[in-house]
């Protein structure tokens, strides 16, 4: 007889921790991904501002589960799903069957209905918009350098601004970084210009940075900044955004260097499967997060939208798809057993984290809020844990050391092919 077959697409927290679930489980299981690698997200701003290398934050899936022979590994893009014939369609042109579809798919950056803007202002979702942001952000440098010696320096200041779109954790961690970078690890290392001279905007249209933390731990954060030289505006809305610059409200600020930090939007899954969709495109899922019409079908991660008991959704961020992923499997293995399924998914809010330069960090555990330097330990120590592999957690934890003892970021290379004229 054939075995059960399961299809999980994505290889991001959710889809990981389901097939790490579904060990043991009377099945053969195929992982489609459009990379060959999982990628520690909470970390890819530490790449983008030279802080860690793309090797230290990322692992090949095939080497995840070489010991698995029940995991075969698919590199190809999921272009859709035939739900009546229970297949999986790829780029490739090759389809997949399956009896039990997992999607974790995650999300992509969300402009607002102004998606000229992205290649002004990259947002960071992927390895390859790190290594873009750190070009873009080391080049700004070397521009105003060469602008200095040849005596162009009417874009000087435009060269030396950086803005940041968007003050949830992403936005905040990146202004912080890029902050520090410029007034404390680059200035002995430029003849002709005072790097300590940079600005870094950090812009949001809400009333406050960090909004999904309370507001002492929000202002805190506004303070940690504030001393690190980031210019915080709040309360006023990006408008424009061309290659000279940013418009913020109805004042134009000349900047050369933009990240996209302000939204997401969901996979196309739910059209995928023919699932209702909130506002962002997330897939409306029931309570065991499977599909309505489609019980074999069940979406986890960013891509999905649930609903926790007091109303409020669950957060789009790595606890909550790995706890998705692992429910997911509970309940697969559960129907394949014969045995009763488990109850309703339950999201535990595990504590909301970020971190702001290299001593603050706020952290909210509920009841326990820390902020401070003990907060940014606390918060170093959980991301090392969270890491795959004991080599990682000793690279990562090996490069803060450096970073912490000599004031110094080891992983600033300018690796693509583009030129600084292809870049003016």
Known sequence: MTKHRIVVVGG?????????????????????????????QPLLYQVATTVLATSEIAWPIRRLYRDRDDVTTLLDEVLDVDTEARLVKLSSGHTVPYDTLILATGARHAYFGRDEWESAAPGLKTLEDATTLRRRILLAFEHAEMAEIIGETEDLDSHLTFAIIGAGPTGVEMAGMIAELAH????????HIDTTRTRVLLIEAGPRVLPAFTEDLS?????????LGVEVRTGVPV????????????TFIPCRTVVWAAGVQASPAARWVGAAADRAGRAVVGPDLSV?????????GDTAAVTQK????????????????SYVAKVIKARLAGRPAPGPFRYLHQGSLATIGKSAAVIDFGRIKLKGS????????????F???????FAVAWSWLWIFLSGQHSARLITQKETLKDES
């Open 219 to 227: 202002a805190y954060a506004r303070q940690a900044l504030e001393k």
């Open 387 to 393: 890491l795959i592999g004991t080599r990682s957690r």
């Open 184 to 191: 404390k690890v680059l200035p002995k290392e430029f003849r």
């Open 310 to 325: 007091n109303g409020k959704p669950v957060p789009g961020i790595a606890p909550a798809a790995k706890q998705q992923g």
């Open 239 to 250: 408008t424009a955004i061309t290659g000279e610059g940013v418009t913020v409200g109805e």
């Open 374 to 385: 003990l907060a940014w330990w606390i918060w170093g120590l959980a991301h090392i844990y």
């Open 12 to 40: 991001g927290f959710g889809g990981i921790q389901a097939v790490h679930g579904l060990k043991g489980a009377a099945a053969d299981i195929t992982l489609i991904d459009r990379r060959n690698h999982h990628l520690f």
């Open 292 to 300: 309505e019409n489609h019980p074999e079908i069940f979406i986890v």
